[in-house]
């Protein structure tokens, strides 16, 4: 799978920009209910589109992937996001902690890069919280790190370069750069 995604970020960074904006945040919708990181989706993002159309793409991608658990959890894997809600300790604090607070809840796991978004996203709808509370109070906490991170990317093609001594014309050079420097 990790080589069709390389393949199909080559190609979306070939492609006219408003396609490319397009597609990103499609992909962001098709990853993030799968459990894939984004993180490099965001710095791609931000090299390919620059920091604001980076950060819209970025946030309507995070909108419709939200979406797509949301109703998941509610229809196709109801089930087992009720199993993983009683499995750990700290999701059902986070059950008995999210009446009256859910807006405060949602905003806050969701701004701690620690706790896994995917899961979350799954047992928030699992514990009852409203469609719109919930998507709206998720796009409110993916906020800081989705700038961050395609600001980053933005910005990945100047430092890759400031410390190879080269131009950074390779994306994937870049990307790879920026997420072990990240990762350090």
């Not at 080559?10 to 990103?24: E, F, H």
């Not at 894939?36 to 950060?55: A, D, E, M, Q």
């Not at 819209?56 to 959890?73: D, K, P, Q, R």
């Not at 906490?141 to 600001?151: E, H, I, K, M």
Request: net charge positive; hydrophobic share 55%; glycine share 8%.
């Amino acid at each position: 799978i990790l080589a069709w995604l390389l393949d199909l970020l080559d190609w979306i960074n070939s492609i006219p920009q408003v396609l490319s904006a397009i597609l990103l945040a499609e992909l962001f919708g098709m990853l993030i209910p799968l459990g894939i990181p984004i993180t490099p989706i965001n710095l791609v993002t931000g090299f390919i589109l620059g920091v604001w159309w980076g950060i819209l793409v970025s946030m309507v991608g995070s909108v419709i992937g939200g979406t797509v658990c949301y109703w998941w959890a509610k229809t196709l894997l109801k089930e087992w996001a009720e199993k993983k809600l009683e499995s750990r300790k700290v999701f059902r604090a986070l059950h008995a902690a999210i009446k009256g607070q859910a807006w405060k809840l949602i905003i806050l796991t969701h701004i701690s890069p620690i706790l896994p978004a995917t899961i979350l996203n799954y047992l928030f709808a699992t514990m009852g919280v409203p469609y719109w509370t919930y998507i709206t109070a998720s796009f409110l906490g993916t906020v800081p790190l989705s700038v961050a991170y395609v600001y980053l990317g933005s910005l990945s093609e100047n430092l890759a370069a400031a410390f190879t001594g080269e131009a950074a014309y390779n994306i994937w050079k870049t990307v790879a750069f920026m997420v072990l420097g990240i990762g350090s």
